[in-house]
């Protein structure tokens, strides 16, 4: 007799370093074909899927677990590249039943994520389900547990808050950006500098459609090419003040130990602009911008430090909505789990009922058989009856197994040794 | 007057309020879409008993403090409903609507039941004129609203606590709106000035007489258009919010004041 366990076998960037991951990684194909290679090779186990991002590789697998060796797992998923088993045992952890549900939830629904609430992850997951399910690898359990996680990161992302509040600097900027000006489809960013941090920033402005992007660099050349890449325009350094007017959203990060911008340049520049909001923000250590720009009216200026602490609200915010969440999860694991045990419970009353029809079917044959004079009327009370005593007899028995809680539960057991429902008959 | 139907319309004012607050507070979606409905909801039953109130007495019922009161809170709540467009204007409605409740229940308090109207006022102005008057003032009530929430969006900038932005509209937006909002209200007032004027010379023979309301909206009037000039010239933002403020703090003040302490014409008796 079989008991399905559902088990997830997996590192993460909680268990093992980047290292290990990045040489364990699987892109899409890969991992359709060692699913397939684990179904074949390991002993029991009737359902799997792969999982790779680059904070984790897992196994979500479904069969009898005392046949699966985690070690012929391990073999599989290092497919062939050269990596000490040893080494990426000692960072696996195993999730079984219920935990092992609970964590897929929780990854679907970016609780376990580097980046708690991010919203890429469900995607990855799906994608992942997908393969398993083109490489026939899934089946009616896996189904299950991945769409139950996927309604669970739906509920997670619509009844909390947890993805709500933007988490790194340039996307606090553009936010901010965006609690000023309507749209930024009209508007003009200047980038001054060519610090990593600004090119995020730009990046990030112009995928959310800002009208145009200026560059000013000290190497002009460097501006230049920034522009070609972001499809902006270079202005010369040495002309800024003739340039600043035309910004809306002005994104400082060079390495100068002295201020670019006076509280005299902005408001001249806001005055030229008929005091359009302007939009600073100070990527630079030491810091590009007067802080006194701030109290011109209608500019308004942030630095880094002022970006982090609206990073750290935010986190803080994200880490609230996270118990909300895991309420959400374990709701949804109740739900799957009631189903996934009934799954075990359910084939013992079908094959109890099953048995027993055919017993009751075969003696009334038999019967029949030798008692031929019998009228219609006498053959069909004959039949009641019969089937009237199985049904009294069994009835005790299956309303004992549709109240049991678990798969691998004593009367399960019990009721598939006494009945003779393993055997072959 | 139908008391039942005025409590009624005042019950689901207080409702709308509570919806929005609630809205704005806990960013529930569910209260932002009850919030608009119970709002209007209320206005068309308030429709109603306006409508009612003032075929019994022949004449739009603006005529009372109390009616005035009434009508200022049914434009007020329809210029909101007007206005709602963008999700993040709820904002406004968790102002304005319970300016709406309390002018509403002010005019309930200080009900004293329909009056006659002095035969010299029966005229076709006196609903242009108050009508005019009380539209251009709610107007004013709502760009007084959207100025509240610019300089309290503002100064969490400034100081470098922004909020929730899916609860709050974006500065532009709120700028943009009480211009909008100005540039209706000033035609509004200076019609409505025009036509009391008008109303007055058919009534008592006089355009102007120096009154303290006709003074009071005169120096609203000179705040307004300056503001509109300043505008045109730079004055956005901060500082035209500021000054929507002042210039409704004013009014707020000509409104009440006149009909309180100097009862005159506009007073709560006419004709006197």
New interface residues.
């Given amino acids: 007799m079989s008991l399905r366990k559902l088990w997830l076998l997996g590192l993460s960037h909680h268990s093992a370093p980047v290292e290990l991951r990045e040489r364990l990684a699987l892109d899409d194909a890969t991992a359709g074909e060692l699913a397939r290679r684990l179904l074949e090779q390991v002993p029991g186990l009737e359902e799997c899927a792969l999982l790779s991002t680059c904070n984790r590789v897992e196994v979500v697998g479904c069969g009898d677990l005392g046949a699966a060796d985690p070690a012929a797992v391990v073999g599989i998923l290092r497919n062939g590249r050269p990596l000490n088993d040893e080494e990426i045992r000692r960072h696996l952890y195993l999730h079984e039943d219920r935990a092992a549900a609970r964590h897929l939830f929780r990854v679907a629904s970016s609780l376990d994520s580097m980046v708690l609430g991010e919203p890429q992850i469900l995607g990855q997951v799906k994608g992942f389900y997908e393969t398993a399910v083109r490489a026939g690898t899934a089946g009616v359990v896996l189904h299950r547990v991945f769409h139950k996680a996927f309604s669970a990161a739906k509920r997670v992302r619509s009844e909390t808050?947890i993805g709500?509040r933007n988490v790194s600097v340039s996307s606090v900027a553009v936010?901010?950006a965006?609690?000023?000006?309507?749209s930024l489809s009209e508007k003009t960013a200047l980038l001054i500098g060519a610090g990593k941090m600004a090119e995020l920033a730009a990046r990030q402005f112009r995928d959310r459609g800002i009208g145009g992007l200026m560059f000013a660099n000290r190497t002009f050349d460097r501006g230049v090419e920034l522009a070609r890449e972001l499809h902006g325009t270079p202005v010369p350094f040495e002309e800024l003040s003739r340039y600043l007017p035309m910004a809306d959203v002005v994104i400082g990060s060079t390495a100068a130990t002295e201020f670019l911008l006076t509280e005299a340049d902005v408001q001249e520049a806001s005055?030229l602009r008929?005091?359009?909001?302007t939009f600073l923000i100070d990527l630079g250590v030491p810091r590009n911008f007067d802080p006194r720009i701030?109290d011109l009216?209608?500019v308004?200026l942030?630095d880094i430090d002022?970006l982090e602490?609206?990073i750290g609200e935010n986190r803080e915010e994200r880490g609230r909505e996270a118990a909300r969440a895991e309420e959400i999860v374990s709701e949804e694991i109740e739900s799957f789990w009631r189903w996934f045990e009934n799954l075990e419970v359910v084939p013992t009353i079908v094959g109890l009922r099953d048995k027993a029809a055919r017993i009751c079917r075969r003696e009334l044959d038999r019967t029949f058989g030798a008692l031929k004079h019998l009228g219609d009327d006498e053959r069909k009370s004959i039949e009641a009856m019969a089937e009237a005593i199985v049904n009294k007899l069994l009835h005790e028995p299956i309303a004992r197994l549709k109240r049991v809680q678990r798969p691998d539960d004593e009367s399960v057991i019990l009721a598939r040794r006494l009945f003779g429902l393993d055997d072959d008959d | 007057m139908d008391w039942a139907l005025l409590g009624i319309v005042l019950v689901l004012y207080l409702v709308a309020a509570g919806a929005f607050v609630a809205y704005l507070a806990t960013g529930r979606e569910r209260l932002r879409t009850l919030a608009p409905l119970v709002l209007a909801s209320a206005a068309a039953l308030h429709a109603l008993e306006i409508a009612g109130r003032s075929f019994a007495v022949g004449h739009i019922a603006v005529a009372t403090f109390e009616e005035g009161l009434s009508f200022l809170a049914f434009s007020l709540a329809i210029l909101y409903l007007l206005v709602d467009r963008a999700n993040a204007l709820a904002v406004l409605g968790g102002v304005i609507t319970p300016l709406v409740a309390v002018l509403m229940g002010m005019s309930l308090v200080v009900s004293s039941g329909a009056t006659e109207l002095p035969p010299a006022l029966r005229s076709a102005w006196l609903p242009v004129h108050v009508t005019l008057a009380f539209l251009g003032n709610a107007v004013f009530a709502l760009a007084f609203a959207t100025s509240l929430v610019y300089v309290f969006e503002d100064n969490r900038l400034k100081a470098k606590k922004p909020g929730r932005r899916r609860l709050l509209p974006s500065l532009e937006r709120l700028d943009d709106l009480n211009y909008r909002l100005l540039s209706w209200g000033f035609p509004l007032l200076t019609l409505g000035i025009v036509s009391g004027a008008v109303w007055a010379h058919f009534a008592w023979g006089r355009f102007w007489s120096w009154e303290a309301r006709e003074i009071w909206s005169l120096v609203t009037w000179t705040l307004y258009a300056l503001l509109l000039h300043g505008r045109s010239v730079g004055w956005r933002g901060r500082r035209a919010a500021t000054l929507t403020i002042f210039g409704f703090a004013v009014l707020l003040v000509s409104f009440v004041s006149v009909n309180v302490f100097f009862p005159g014409r506009h007073g709560g008796s006419f004709g006197s």
Avoid: C, H, K
């Fill in positions: 808050g709500g936010e901010l965006m609690q000023i000006f309507e005055r008929g005091y359009r909001p701030n009216r209608n308004y942030y002022d602490s609206v």
